[in-house]
T-cell receptor, first 112, second 114 residues
Framework: DQQVKQNSPSLSVQEGRISILNCDYT??????FLWYKKYPAEGPTFLIS?????DKNEDGRFTVFLNKSAKHLSLHIVPSQPGDSAVYFC???????????FGPGTRLSVLP | GAGVSQSPRYKVAKRGQDVALRCDPI?????LFWYQQALGQGPEFLTY????????KSGLPSDRFFAERPEGSVSTLKIQRTQQEDSAVYLC????????????FGQGTRLTVV
């Protein structure tokens, strides 16, 4: 049973528009959430995180929103750039960073 | 080096062969993680070290999998009597301290068992 779900395997967006990547989780004990970006043949790279005490965290073009009651988080990228094309993983932890559970990933393609 | 380094990058093993995968974490990082990533899926947690202590090995799929970090720096993931279902990318990550929420990943070792 997947504890972290990313129901869209892929997403295509036009350059300059907003990309919205979604993530749902089932474990109410999760208290920290991260987004990682992965290019082919490279390891995942940390992008942005959010603690369960917040509902929004912003870093430049990237914003993560957390809806605890719905057990849902989303990553917004605006404006999207071709270099953002990658696989994005949502990850969650219930003990502050000791063990992360990853979702299956969403492949984002930003079209020029 | 500045990042997490894993070797080899690629490994082809015959079924039944033992393999050893190496991870050099970022210098000074206390926490070290191993993950297994099957094709088209997200990384799955295998085991976690704080310095030389293996605090969690709940993700190791069988007793054929063994990890060590004897001096609290370099770590080795060993898989004995490899089977085809062990084929995956094995990712190592390190973080500065316990409870640090940003882990830095290596490029991974792609293991193919034939």
């Amino acid at each position: 049973d997947q504890q972290v779900k990313q129901n869209s395997p892929s997403l295509s967006v036009q350059e300059g528009r907003i990309s919205i990547l979604n993530c749902d989780y089932t474990n109410s004990m999760f208290d920290y959430f991260l987004w990682y970006k992965k290019y082919p043949a490279e390891g995942p790279t940390f992008l942005i995180s959010i603690s369960s005490i917040k509902d929004k965290n912003e870093d430049g073009r990237f914003t993560v929103f957390l809806n605890k009651s719905a057990k849902h988080l989303s990553l917004h990228i605006v404006p999207s750039q071709p270099g953002d094309s990658a696989v994005y993983f949502c990850a969650a932890s219930d003990n502050y960073g000791q063990n992360f559970v990853f979702g299956p990933g969403t492949r984002l393609s930003v079209l020029p | 080096g500045a990042g997490v380094s894993q070797s080899p990058r690629y490994k082809v093993a015959k079924r039944g062969q033992d393999v050893a995968l190496r991870c050099d974490p970022i210098s000074g990082h206390v926490s070290l993680f191993w993950y297994q990533q099957a094709l088209g899926q997200g990384p799955e947690f295998l085991t976690y070290f704080q310095n030389e202590a293996q605090l969690d090995k709940s993700g190791l799929p069988s007793d054929r999998f063994f990890a060590e970090r004897p001096e609290g720096s370099v770590s080795t993931l060993k898989i004995q009597r490899t089977q085809q279902e062990d084929s995956a990318v094995y990712l190592c990550a390190s973080s500065r301290e316990l409870g640090s929420t940003e882990a830095f990943f290596g490029q991974g070792t792609r293991l193919t068992v034939v």
